[in-house]
């Protein structure tokens, strides 16, 4: 160890990176069941190749790579590179670092912490990196900033990206605050906010001169961060992912005494993170397109070897692609080796892998086919993605982004819209139909909170992007604050005053009920509270019951309702006597009743018993609760918890008047 | 790993290139020189056909990684055919001694093709050669800036299109004794044109930039067109940076003569068929061209950004190398000179 | 011719202008009156006269107003006489004295440039005096020969400052140095119209671009300028028009030298006031010089320009591939009718710098639904092969058949020839000129050259961000270059699908002006 040391600062600094190649989620089903994420071919190579050999290209000399499954696969598969003497591995040394228990990013980083690997500033990256940036630079530009500013943490790596870019994923979409010399001051991620609105606190204006607020910035997942990150991940146990970590930094500015940069890259330089499978499109179609050059598929991105032809209208075939006189290649498409298509299929936007068998007649747009697949003849793709050793029988239509899964068969004729699926039940429980001998369909999990549109709207913005489609974002932030608005409106906005008279008013019934104070004493009190909040008459009626009402939510809780209520109603007569005098305050008291029914099922329940028990108690008048009953609307179950006993009331009435008569 | 052990040394070198650690052609060369002069000198190999076969697989090697990168390839071709040479020469003269009767009979031509003899001088001949060569390579430059008040008169207006850093010498080298002007097109988006621009002025020559797109309009008042390039090609055309092809067409309108400075390392026998052809031009990244900056207008058009361009034979009026002027159509005899034609093929 | 000395009533006894003493006097009361004082002496030594420096006394008498611009010509003249006297003389003295003048002070220096820069400077302003000093010129001239050594190297220095950063090429080109030329310096005179002050700094910064737009909006200006015109009171409406028109478009032309469809619908409308029936009211003639001016607008531009996009469309058919440079707005016109009726073809934008103007159309064919494809200049050859015709508009049409057009087209109908792909020129005939012009030397326009150096796409900024400190480095910016008719295969008016050569049959076909 002490060797080790000596030898660390004998030599100049090595620079070093590390890729957390974990990905803790499932976004990526049923794909991810056997392959890794990194492994993941994106144009018809590994994942990791790029990342690999962006770190080598921007100048890094050691990489450790974290790995919490498919350790074996990942370690075989870097071993192969060395071989093929991989453009990385020359420059390069990769230590595959395990670790069989974590569970988020935030675990890798401590897990890391605690192995003592890191010795200078270090590039953190999370899966499934793609870029071109050269990272030397950038590196001494934050060592600069940590000698000015001494808690600097970590520098955020942004790029450019217009508004409406397919490659900003509108899932991460990012508001930034920044002082002009780059310090981050509100780092917000706004795609699953349905707001349209955002707040900025006060503060960040009135402490600095100037502000750059920024909103067309795409966050490219790398950063360049001080030792120091190490540790507060591990002094912080909530910081689970990455934007934990920065939320939290700029929370706690003073506390942690940390501060947070960022950095624009400029010029031709791209970086992107593939975390769903948008953005898997967005990146492949960017590479395909030569944004990433030198990464650059018909260069080879390791390998150093020619791998494709580069044609006309960016179609690269590689050079023992099969291809009849009437089949046509379009625009945007990758072949690769050993494939071959058969008579009028048309081809185009579209990622085709090694040995891949097309027939006749089929049109694939739109979507990626990986390795050794088969697919029939007369068949349709599109938006869609098949994985590996996949067989499709003839006359088969996937659309919509569907994903289909390693080693499925999908019998002939079969029709596949917006499904997963795999080609074995799955062991996890997750339930699964089954279409044919190697197919079952996943179900998506169907979530049991509110926020259910949430994780539809997740999974819309994660899947394939379809031109056809309106942008489910826009539409629903647009609805949803509709709905906001409107559930605002009914609910008018309580003045702060008259909120914290009911509190008091509660408070004051509480206190009064449990230490058996007089009534009277009671009502002095209310009153005075009045005064203090400068409450009008009406106010006070209606959150005098109001209070009353949720009295028992405050003193019993979890038990029923109506039996809570009846002493209280007994014991507070008195004030109720005092408050409810006439018609006016009847119709608050009323008001306040459907006020609390409306937002308490309990009392929706016994709202009629609750009115009956007032009537006799003459504290309301027949009249009065009719006349309100009218305007009740017709459709809410609290209308048909009171007809009853409205009904009650006129039988009682037309009885009592024909008895007067 | 049997890779790597066979040819290390050519890929390292292929992943300096890539890591652009090597830039200009004039490095490149001088590295490949050196690698092979490694490998002859510590190489494992007995006899001439060893050698060969050994740079023959580091040829095929480097073509198929870097297969617009001619000069290495180039050079070790030329490697090759001193190779022959020294064999043949070394046999034709111990030939006179050794001559052992199974060859007497045998026909001059035998000798030649037959490369798997030993001969024992051959590896300090070799060496002795290519430091020879290295001297070349070395003066190269030097000896076609001399070259340069032979074509240059006094108040001539010249045109030069981006940097080359063998222009750069030649025009340095007239400007002492010279008065001329120099006009340089920018040539973007690599804007390269810009740093000749400042070297020159630096030199005293008085210097005029201009846009790419304002080569016509200057074209007329142009006297000489004096550019770079980065490889010449086997029928004597060019496959020169991006928009020179335009400013030869420009200055075949107005009858100027265009001056193409080449090292002889530049000289390839490749033949361009089509303008599709498989790995002739690259097109680098288009974030040059349209920057990230013009949002959603980027996933809605293609982008090219092509690095080379073809300039036909009949628009370039003169070749100036270490050794002096040739005309296009002498091309060919150069790289019989400089290539054996067995080695034409890799 | 030596005692100049002896004669100068109008110029003093040191034989200096009242203005080059006015300005001594200013140097010597801060500093060095010893230096001054032995360096002229020295100069004026064969005149045998002492020269007591501030001879403030003598410049009192004289009236400023007379003197100094017919001094100030006689500056020029003298300058002139003494310039041609220096060639003749070849006596070391003379060189002898220049390199003395050399070696004067910098504040002489300064304040002789100065003297001879406000001394032009009132020359310009008031050339009707000069004819009353006809005797001051001759006396001037011989008195001022002795200052020959002074007046060098005052003389070459101005020279130096002003034609430093510039190509000799384009010397006449000109205007003046850009820093100076900015918007900063926009001076707004109280006689124009606010419109064209408005205009004239849209035209200086270059916000408004291409010769329909800049046409479009000089016509409204001027209908603004109608609408808010007064005669003044004893005046007549179309003189008095005219007069506030010429100062309007003076000072337009300061800003920016007027592109050929504006000088066109400039004569046009002044045919149309001498048209006018003198016997309406002011009122009835402004609205029929509007009425007018609308018409124009209507039939030579909109209605041409759909005349043309139909014309085109017809040579328009599915899968084309056409070729198109920067910006034009009768070639958007075209190409979005071409996709309004349904035919499928795909457009190529080549982009020029450094105005690159093949952003803005690219966005426009975007919006409008076209696939297009985006590449800058030199990658023409590149693309050239695929293209199946060329589309370029045209700032002017000349007399000979050579197209006027953004610089760099020129080069892409060169290509397109060489490639043998059509090349179509479409442009109205109201942009048709009788000039002629064979290179684009002669007439052009510069820009401004910082715009050259300016790279905005890459990371490092360029390497010549400090080209003001090198003398010996230029940009150049030219807006303009002349395609010659030779490379265009035909020309696409409202009137005809023309050869380039046609031209003149056209404009003598338009109504006499």
Known sequence: MSQKLDKSVAQKEVVQAVVIAEHFGNEFMPITDDTPLTLLPLLNVPLLEYTLEFLSLGGIEETFLFCCSNVVMIKQHINSSIEKSAGWSLTMKVHVIVSETCRSFGDCIRDLDAKALIRGDFVLLEPGIVGNIKLLPIIKKHNETCNTDKGAAMTLILQEAGLGQRGRCSFEEVLMVATPNNRVLLHQKLGTSKKAKIELPLEILMDNASVNIYHNLKDTHISICSPNVLSLFSDNFDFQTKDDFVRGLLINEEILGSTIYWHLIKGNQYGAAVTNWRMYQSVSRDILHRWLYPLVPDMGISSQQRSYIHLQNNVYRSKDVHLTQSNSLIEDVIIGGGSSVGDKTRISRSIIGESVKIGDNVIIEDSFVFSNTVIGDNSVIQHSIIGQKCVLETGCIVTKASVIGKGVVLPENSIIENYLIRSHSSKTGVASNKLAKNAYHIKPEESVESDAEDDGLHRKLSRLYMPDEAEPSDDESVKSSESEDNLSYTISPVPDDTNLFLTEVVDSLTRGFEDKLQCDNLILEINSSRYAYNVSVKEVNFNVIKAILMLPFQLYLGQPYLPSLRPLLDYFSPILKNYIRNISAMVDCLQAIEDVAANNNELNECVSAVLNWLYNKDHLSEDVILNWFSGIDKNTRFYARVEPFTNWLQQAEEASSSEED | ?346 | MDDKGKKGKKVGADGLTKKERRALKVETEKSTEINKSSTIEKLSHPKKHVIPPPVSDNNKRVDPEQRTPAKSSSNVDTVKAVISQNTNRKDAEKSEKISAASELSKAELKAQRRAVQEAQRQAKASQKVVTNDNQTPKNNIRSNAAEPPKRISPKKDLEKSPTKHRVQLFHHLYIEDFQVQSLKKYTINKDIHPAFLQLGAQYLSRSILGSNARCLAMLSALKTLIDDFQTPPKQEFCRSLESTLKTSMNHLKTCRPFAVSMTNALRRFKFFLTQIDTNLTDGAKQSSLQKRIDKYIEEEIVIAGQAISNEVNKKISDNDIILIYGYSSLILQILIDAEKAGKKFRVIVLDGRPLLEGREMLRRLVCANIECSYLLINAVSFVMGRVTKVLLGAHALLANGYVMSRTGTAQVALVANSFKKPVLVCCETYKFCERVQTDSFVYNEIADPDKVVTVDVSEKSSYLLNWRNNNYLTPLNLMYDVTPSDFVTAVVTEIAVLPCTSVPVILRMRPVE
Request: proline fraction near 4%.
């Open chain 2, 1 to 346: 790993m049997l890779e790597m052990e066979l040819y290390s040394d050519v890929i390292k070198l292929i992943s300096d290139i890539r890591h652009s650690k090597l830039h200009n052609s004039y490095d490149i060369a001088i590295h490949t020189e050196k690698l092979i002069e490694k490998l002859i000198s510590e190489g494992k190999w007995n006899s001439a056909e060893d050698l060969m076969t050994l740079i023959k697989l580091r040829i095929t090697r480097f073509a198929n990684a870097l297969p617009q990168e001619a000069t290495s390839v180039n050079i070790m071709r030329h490697i090759l055919k001193i190779i022959r040479d020294e064999y043949d020469s070394g046999f034709k003269n111990k030939g006179e001694g050794q001559q052992s009767a199974h060859h007497l009979g045998s026909t001059t031509m035998d000798d030649c093709e037959d490369y798997s003899k030993v001969l024992p001088s051959l590896k300090s001949s070799l060496l002795d050669n290519l430091a020879e060569y290295k001297v070349e390579l070395e003066s190269s430059a030097d000896n076609i800036a001399a070259q340069a008040l032979e074509h240059i008169h006094a108040n001539e207006i010249i045109l030069t299109v981006g940097k080359s850093s063998t222009v750069e010498k030649f025009l340095k080298y007239a400007a002492k004794s010279r008065k001329f002007q120099v006009v340089v097109v920018e040539a973007a988006p690599r804007f390269l044109g810009h740093l000749m621009a400042s070297n020159l002025a630096k030199n005293n020559i008085e210097t005029t930039v201009i846009p790419d797109s304002a080569v016509f309009a200057m074209m007329s008042r142009v006297n000489k067109v004096i550019i770079g390039t980065h490889t010449v090609l086997a029928n004597g055309g060019l496959r020169a940076e991006s928009g020179v092809h335009m400013v030869a067409l420009a200055a075949k309108h107005y009858s100027i003569p265009i001056m193409v400075l080449a090292h002889m390392y530049k000289l390839s026998p490749m033949h361009l068929c089509s303008s599709e052809q498989d790995a002739f031009n690259i097109c680098a990244s288009p974030a040059d061209v349209l920057p990230y900056s013009s949002g959603p207008l980027l996933d809605k058009v293609h982008v090219y950004n092509p690095v080379f361009d073809y300039v036909p034979p009949e628009l370039v009026t003169l070749f100036i190398s270490h050794q002096g002027g040739n005309a296009p159509s002498y091309v060919y005899r150069l790289l019989s000179e400089l290539y054996h034609p067995d080695d034409q093929e890799l």
